[in-house]
Structures are given as structure tokens and as C-alpha cells.
């Protein structure tokens, strides 16, 4: 959190719900960057993240859109997570005590300069007591279909990355993006990492577990609807010390977990708009 107080307000929007609960989103990306639950951090942020409004931000959940991976016509991951969002409804209480808010993106000359589309993003966070809920709606104002990927690409804290499990995926086909694409099948009832991972899992159960996060003693339960596919990155020790905006130790204590539309374009027609979500619950143990 630290890292988050030392940045200008006017680029953080905070969602408070009192007891340690809160949430605060950066402008640049919609990024979330920081999750505490009870007090407790879920999420990881790099010490080495980047805020210079250019960058992705390296850590939290960056959101990607119109492009999951390298793209020939823009950045890798699409320019969502580059752009800064309009905050559309700021932080609200309802009558529970949740704490919802909104922001969105549209086309503009920069985005239309590499991908000539016209669309509007609405994304929406509400933040419970121990629960997370995002949505994601792709709206088209085109006027011809067009085709996307998108995934919400979290980045979860770890004491231990080699004790992190992560469960409801056995018997999945995945592709494996550092073994040439292999399509191989998932043996394991509880994924461990113990080396560079970059996997697509595909056709996805709508509930996994990623057990033993943020101090190691909590599981999060994430629950998607139109979020097939599951990316499991680690970048290990190489690949860590390659990136400049994250530490070369600090493999050990992240794992992303990525609900998303990848492994297949989704078409929106003119008019049409498509809802994508993911909810977060974080039950106080390590459920394995
Ligand atoms: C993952 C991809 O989603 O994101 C990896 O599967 C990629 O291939 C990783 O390395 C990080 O990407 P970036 O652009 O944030 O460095």
C-alpha cells in the first residue's frame, strides 16, 4: 500500500469500505492496484512498478483489450491497460455497506490509429466483505462486427510462490507458451509452480481455487462468466531479471491468475454488447 499512498490523488480512486476492506484503482489502465481484505493485501504489486502514465502497470490487475499476447497492430495486450479511464461513478455505498464504482473507455484518434473500431468499455468493481466482483461490458458502436480477446490479468501476493496451489483444473487442455505451444493435458489436482510458467488453460469450470495467497493463510475462490480460459504466468528467475519493472526476486512472492477470452476471438456484432466477469472471495484458509 505503500507505493499507493505515495502516488498523486488525482490518479487513485479509492473504494473504502471501513474494517480494512478497500480497494484503490489507478486511472492509467483502470489497474487495480491494491485489494485489502480485513486488512490483509491479495494482491501484488511490483516495488519496481512504473506510474509514468505510459507503462502498463506491473502488478494488481491490469485489464487486457482488444488483444491478449503480442499484436501486430498495437502493444502487446491491447492499449486498455495503457490508456486512462473515465471515472463514470465514483465510489458509492449501498444499502449493504458495498462499495461500488465505475469507469469506462471509448475510442479515440489514439486507438483508432492502430485498430479502427468503435467501442465503449464500462467496468465496474463492487467490493464486498470478503468478496471482489468485476465486470467488464464491451459495447460496439461499430458498424461492422468485429473481433477481440480480453482478460483480467491478476496478479495474486504470495508468501511462497512454490506452495501457492492452484485447484479445478485437472484433466483441462492447456497450451503450454513456453514449450512451443505443446497442447498438453493438465494431470494435477493441485497446480504447484516450480519454474517459468505461461499456460493457456482452456474450456474452463466457472469456480477454481488458488489456495495459500496474500499472507498464506487465505484462498480466493474466483468465480467467471464469459471467461473460458485461465492464464497461469510466473515469469521465474530468468525472465524476472529481463523485466525492468519487477524485482529479480520477487517471482517468489506473485502468481497471476488470468480469467479471460483468449484461446478464441469473440465476435460483437453493431450495437451488441458482451459482458465479462470475474468475482474474487477470500475464505480465511489455505483450502488445500
Ligand atoms: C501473460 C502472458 O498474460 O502476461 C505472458 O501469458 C506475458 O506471455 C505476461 O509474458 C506479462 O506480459 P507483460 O506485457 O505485462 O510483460
Redesign the pocket.
Known sequence: MDVVQNLPQSDVVILDRGDGTSAAVHLHGATLLSWQCQGKEILFLSQNAVFDHKK?I?GGV?L?FPH??PWQHGP??GFARIKRWKLEIPPSKDKHGNVISAFSLEDDEFTRSSWEKRFRLVYTLVLQEKELSFSLVVHSNDQNPFEFTT?L?TYFRTPDVTRTAVIGLQQLKYTD?VNNDQVLEETREAILLSENY?R?YSNCPPEIVVGRIADGNCSAVLRTLNFPDI?L?N?WTE?AKA?SDFGDEEYKNMI?V?AGNVSQPIKIDPGQQIEFTQSIQILPAPSL
Open positions: 502498463a506491473r491490469p487486457v491478449f499476447g502487446q495486450h482478460l490479468h507458451k505461461d493457456i492464464v504466468w515469469p525472465k523485466m497471476c488470468e
